[in-house]
């Protein structure tokens, strides 16, 4: 999701007391649990757009810290002005390239880690960049405790049947595969709608989802 840039959006980004400052972040390393004042569990999106679903989690789980990380501020910006509007205390934003991940949290820090809708990166020598590619999951190997799990969803099938085939050469299995989530009843009771999900699912394109645990 690009936004076209908005004036003024990076120094919003940076003085929003709902994003957490860009220099301050290696040092929270190891030291969310601080940030929150508790020892809830903490659940991050990574690409988390302009954080519909991630809000609405936030809302309906605040026994669960959440950390949405997007890369761009003019997308990010939607997300701080929602939490303006209506704060909560269990949310809290990072504006960064996930690349990096490993620098931001600990091991074992993260419970879960929810991938939604991600870049696709078509190009194969971008394959490397695709958020449920072997090397993105080796990061979230080091990130998400014992017992953890992922979770991905896309309306995307070429991405998504790739994503399955990044499993064998990760530390990854998985626990549910579904090619059309919202044919499902039974996964659909606990199911939060993301921007692109309600986007696509209206249009009637069928919905992938696999969650994934440690082999
Ligand atoms: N998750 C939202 C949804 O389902 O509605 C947004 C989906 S949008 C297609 C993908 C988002 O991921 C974009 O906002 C993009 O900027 C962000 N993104 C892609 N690669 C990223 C990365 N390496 N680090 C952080 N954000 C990233």
């Known amino acids: 999701m690009r936004?076209?840039?908005?004036?003024?959006?990076?120094e919003r980004i940076a003085e929003s007391e709902f994003v957490v400052p860009e220099d301050k972040l290696k040092e929270c390393k190891g030291h969310w649990r601080e940030v929150f004042?508790?020892?809830?569990?903490?659940h991050i999106e990574i690409g988390m757009g302009k954080g519909r679903f991630i809000y609405e989690m936030a809302e309906k789980n605040p026994g669960i810290n959440y950390i949405g990380i997007e890369k761009y501020s003019a997308v990010l910006l939607r997300a701080v002005q929602k939490m303006e509007e209506e704060?909560?205390?269990?949310?809290?934003f990072i504006r960064m390239d996930a690349e990096s991940i490993t620098e931001v949290f600990d091991e074992g820090e993260v419970g879960r880690v929810?991938?939604?809708f991600s870049?696709?990166?078509?190009?194969d020598r971008h394959a490397k960049r695709r958020l449920p590619s072997r090397e993105y999951l080796a990061r979230y190997d080091k990130i998400i405790k014992d017992g953890g799990?992922?979770?991905?969803?896309?309306?995307n099938r070429v991405l998504f049947d790739w994503?399955?085939?990044?499993?064998?050469?990760?530390?990854w299995k998985a626990d549910l595969v579904t090619f059309d989530l919202h044919s499902q009843e039974e996964l659909m009771t606990d199911n939060v709608m993301t921007e692109y999900e309600a986007k696509f699912s209206g249009q009637g394109k069928p919905i992938c989802k696999y969650i994934l645990s440690r082999k």
């Not at 870049?119 to 190009?123: H, I, L, R, T």
């Not at 994503?163 to 530390?171: D, G, I, Q, T, V």
């Open 3 to 10: 936004l076209k840039n908005v004036p003024g959006c990076r």
């Open 163 to 171: 994503a399955l085939e990044e499993l064998p050469e990760s530390a």
């Open 149 to 155: 799990r992922i979770e991905f969803k896309t309306d």
């Open 114 to 116: 929810y991938l939604n």
């Open 87 to 92: 704060p909560r205390d269990n949310l809290i």
């Open 119 to 123: 870049d696709p990166w078509p190009k």
């Open 37 to 42: 004042d508790n020892d809830n569990e903490i």
